[in-house]
């Protein structure tokens, strides 16, 4: 279940009741994509305007792909016959499954999905009402139907209906599979015609795996396939049509003597069927994909334990080698709509198991280092299968998946440019949560302790339970013990981290280091030993010296009080970073398009020209460190002219960063509009933001940076995260005033990743 290992399944049970059953309840809603304001819309929308469309459709059938949503629309449908590795638990029951795989198709390829769940066992009927309904839909994906109905059910399907159409189980893993076998073999040096290989299992996936790989060079007589009875060889009766075209002219029996001498071992069965013995009976460098979810045949780490040469795959999220469907499906079916495919064949599922088997060769970005926090990704044993957060998977993949369909001739639409089309798939996803989930993910790579002060509010405890419950962080809450204690009974939040009370006896030894340290900080400032002795009782300062001795690492603070008084305790206690004389503090803002960043959002009133170089150098550092290249603007009301005094001071700024740091990205005086548009731009060829918009903005004073990110914030156009605070040597962030709950946990993945990063730093 959970990856990590150190949350309790109890836990993590509830928190996946929880998560469906918040409001809106499920994954997935549909939302209108056209305006619907006013009565001229509603009449254009509905009755009598919608009436055109129809009969325009009526007469040309092929413009229903003009008029309505059904070129963008999948179905993903099952019966519930077998549904992930728990069986026939029936369709109501399989409809978190499919809905999470709509969820899936929407964030990877901007798909809409309606998830259609079919009470009915018998094929035939089952295959009647999927045809009555196929006209809504542009592509259909079948899921977690069982074998052997699976194959007979989507044989007809697809015979019968002319739109994209795929039974996940068998032909996404297989493609997946297939793009992981190709890359490992050329690890292990060995020739696909020579291998001797073993599938165990013999189901839905296994079949259709093993199917592909004879079309890529397998050769049938080298494989063995085992069923639940042992190996399906001639002495076997009563097998399925799909069983006997595997039938082995051995009189090999068990698992056990199967894959002695074998080159590879295919699980798709279930769990831990595979010995230690088994695996060192396998020849040099075995190649081993344990796809049983959620346990693999054999564990990934008793497989390198056993022999140090294994490649090895898994289906598991946290080993290297994740062999998962969702690094096909959203992309095929994209690449399969677009050009408006009358159906997924062989030539686009072999196109896209070359575009991930290449994929994976090719050097990763630092975005996707970034987002699993590894040192590096280079093709090699743990890396031989891209990782599912690699954003180029859609260009690439859905790019080889178009190319294919109109080649082979199934494309009822062409592309012509494959550049702008590759543009047009990447705009799709402009709208950057996905910033947000690399963060995470990254965060989750290697948690760090985030302390959560004003913990006695519902806001920040509930915070600190999706950060404990994801993995994201070690949280502790800071404040009155007793108090929390009764909140989280209040509103039934179970969460056992530690809770730091400043005033509490078991913070008699931290209160007088802390005591020292502090006095000593501040004994030429004015401060007295008696008010360190107080101040340390005092939360606002007790959070920063647990930071500065290092009990915890980040900090996150003010939920409930004014920024500046909650930020001043922060700088008496916590240094700046070398070379940093003033902090500023970042927003990020993330809408339909590519993420910004506003500074200063909250710190300085008035900059000088000298502090905008300040902050526009610091805005630059944290920028990079969410592997964004930042094209710094630096905003006034007026573009390139410095009438005004604001805009002097600007273009003062502006040249003392061309002079001292003539690699940066940066230029103005700019107004904010022309900065993010590129026709603009172009009447400044000088500029040296060139004609691509800018994603860093700094402003010439807080007023209008604050007030520019609070209206986005107010219109709920964009998600805001921060303030970020800059320029301190720990992670600290000072929330603002009753920040909602994903406004705390984003700035505690923010402190975790920074964290990590000084961590590898030192
Ligand atoms: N990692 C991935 O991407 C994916 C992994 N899977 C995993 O593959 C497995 C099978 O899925 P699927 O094909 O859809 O399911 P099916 O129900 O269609 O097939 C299961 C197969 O496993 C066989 N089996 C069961 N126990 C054993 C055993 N001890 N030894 C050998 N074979 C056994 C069954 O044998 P019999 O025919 O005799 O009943 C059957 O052939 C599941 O664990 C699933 O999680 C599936 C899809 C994707
Ligand atoms: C991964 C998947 O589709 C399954 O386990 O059914
Ligand atoms: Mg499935």
Request: net charge negative; charged share 25%; glycine share 6%.
């Amino acid at each position: 279940m959970s990856s990590n290992n150190n949350r309790d399944e109890k836990n993590f049970s509830q928190a996946a009741l929880d998560y469906h059953k918040a409001e809106p309840k499920g994954k997935i809603e549909v939302i209108p994509s056209k305006p619907h304001s006013s009565q001229r819309d509603l009449s254009l929308a509905y009755s009598p305007g919608v009436a055109v469309p129809c009969m325009e459709i009526h007469d040309k059938p092929e413009t229903v792909y003009d008029y309505t949503g059904k070129g963008n629309l999948v179905a993903v449908i099952s019966n519930g016959t077998a549904v992930l590795g728990l069986g026939d638990i029936g369709a109501e029951a399989s409809k978190p499954v499919m809905e999470g795989k709509g969820l899936l198709f929407k964030i990877f390829a901007d798909i809409n999905v309606f998830d259609i769940e079919i009470d009915e066992k018998d094929p035939d009927k089952f295959i009647e009402i999927v045809k009555g309904i196929a006209p809504t839909f542009g592509g259909i994906n079948l899921e977690d139907i069982k074998a052997p109905e699976a194959f007979y059910i989507e044989q007809r399907l697809k015979e019968e209906l002319n739109i994209p159409l795929m039974h996940d189980d068998q032909h996404g893993t297989a493609i997946i599979s297939a793009a992981a076998l190709i890359n490992s073999l050329q690890i292990a040096n060995k020739d696909i015609d020579k291998v001797k290989m073993v599938v165990n299992g013999a189901g839905a996936a296994a079949i259709a795996c093993t199917k592909l790989y004879i079309s890529l060079g397998l050769k049938k007589e080298n494989v063995l396939m085992c069923d639940s009875k042992g190996v399906i060889n001639h002495k076997r009766e009563n097998l399925t049509p799909e069983k006997l075209d595997f039938i082995a002219q051995t009189d090999i029996e068990t698992l056990e003597d199967a894959v002695k001498g074998s080159d590879v071992f295919v699980g798709l069965s279930k769990g831990n069927v595979m010995t230690p013995e088994m695996l060192l009976s396998m020849n040099d460098n075995p190649i081993v994909f344990a796809l049983a979810n959620p346990d693999p045949e054999i564990a990934y780490d008793l497989a390198l334990e056993t022999r140090k040469d294994v490649i090895m795959a898994t289906g598991r999220s946290d080993y290297p080698n994740q062999v998962n469907n969702v690094l096909g499906f959203p992309y095929i079916f994209r690449g399969a709509l677009d050009v408006q495919a009358t159906g997924i064949n062989e030539d686009m599922k072999l196109a896209a198991v070359h575009a991930i088997a290449d994929l994976a060769k090719e050097p990763v970005p630092e975005a996707v280092i970034l987002a699993y926090n590894v040192q590096n990704l280079q093709f090699g044993r743990e890396y031989f299968i891209p990782k599912p957060f690699d954003n180029r998977l859609i260009t690439k993949v859905s790019s080889a998946v178009a190319k294919a369909a109109i080649e082979s001739g199934v494309a009822r639409k062409t592309i012509t440019d494959f550049d702008e089309y590759e543009h047009q798939l990447l705009d799709r996803m402009g709208r950057d949560e996905r910033l947000v989930r690399m963060m995470q993910s990254r965060a989750k790579s290697n948690p760090k302790r985030i302390t959560l002060g004003n913990a006695e509010e519902y806001n920040v405890l509930k915070a600190a339970q999706i950060l404990y419950e994801e993995g994201i962080a070690y949280p502790s809450l800071l404040g009155d013990k007793k108090y929390i204690k009764e909140q989280m009974e209040r509103y039934g939040i179970t969460l056992d981290v530690p809770i730091i009370d400043p005033s509490d006896d078991d913070q008699k030894e931290n209160r007088k280091k802390y005591r020292e340290t502090l006095w000593k900080l501040r004994q030429r400032k004015g401060m007295n030993e008696y008010k360190a002795k107080r101040y340390v009782r005092q939360r606002d300062y007790f959070g920063p010296l647990m930071l500065k001795h290092g009990d915890t690492d980040g900090l996150i603070v003010g939920f409930s009080k004014n920024y500046t008084s909650v930020l001043r305790p922060v700088l008496e206690v916590i240094e700046k970073d070398k070379g940093v004389d003033k902090v500023a503090a970042m927003m990020m803002i993330l809408s339909e398009k590519k993420p910004i960043f506003f500074a200063d959002t909250s710190i300085n009133q008035n900059p000088t020209a000298e502090d905008l170089v300040n902050i526009a150098k610091m805005a630059e550092f944290t920028v990079k460190s969410f592997a964004i290249e930042p094209r710094i603007a630096m905003l006034g009301f007026e573009n390139f002219a410095a009438i005004s005094e604001t805009s002097k001071k600007v273009a003062k700024a502006v040249s003392i960063l061309h002079e001292k740091f003539p690699k940066m990205v940066v230029d103005g005086e700019i107004q904010p509009d022309f900065a993010m548009n590129a026709d603009h731009l172009s009447d400044y060829p000088f500029s040296k933001l060139g004609t691509t918009p800018a994603n860093t903005f700094i402003f010439p004073n807080l007023e209008s940076a604050n007030l520019s990110y609070k209206i986005l914030r107010g219109m709920k156009v964009a998600q805001v995260i921060g303030p970020i605070l800059m320029g301190l040597k720990q992670p600290v962030h000072v929330l603002q005033m009753r920040s909602s709950v994903d406004e705390i946990v984003n700035l505690a993945t923010i402190a975790v990743l920074d964290a990590q990063r000084r961590e590898k730093k030192s």
